[in-house]
Nanobody
Framework: QVQLVESGGGSVQAGGSLRLSCIVSGFPDSTYTLGWFRQVPGKERKGVAAIDSDGKTTYADSVKGRFTISQDDHESALHLQMDSLKPDDAAMYYC?????????????????WGHGTQVTVSS
């Protein structure tokens, strides 16, 4: 059974940093894509960053240069380092996993989802 459990959310002032983590367990494939998405109430879930099993990464334009996605194979963990946070970054953040041969920030690429961790950014 695949499980994704996020942690690291919290409240921070604009300009601050947070590091989100996602522990991935039970994932059956050695070829995969892992991603971070975010959602605010009343709006669609949007892709933030993704990384595949070869280490290839992609980012939404809104976070390029500020966020860094990484994975720790030893810990089966996915991380999102978020620097220079802005109020617009406030959202529920979800990690997701895909075993399909796809790569990108479309939510329909992903089969498995965590329950989310809340990020609040005050101005």
């Amino acid at each position: 059974q695949v499980q994704l459990v996020e942690s690291g959310g919290g409240s921070v002032q604009a300009g601050g940093s947070l590091r989100l983590s996602c522990i991935v367990s039970g994932f059956p494939d050695s070829t995969y894509t892992l991603g971070w998405f975010r959602q605010v109430p009343g709006k669609e879930r949007k892709g933030v960053a993704a990384i595949d099993s070869d280490g290839k990464t992609t980012y939404a334009d809104s976070v390029k240069g500020r966020f860094t996605i990484s994975q720790d194979d030893h810990e089966s963990a996915l991380h999102l380092q978020m620097d220079s946070l802005k109020p617009d970054d406030a959202a529920m953040y979800y990690c997701a996993a895909s075993s399909a041969v796809v790569f990108g920030l479309r939510s329909d690429f992903y089969d498995y989802w965590g329950h989310g961790t809340q990020v609040t950014v005050s101005s």
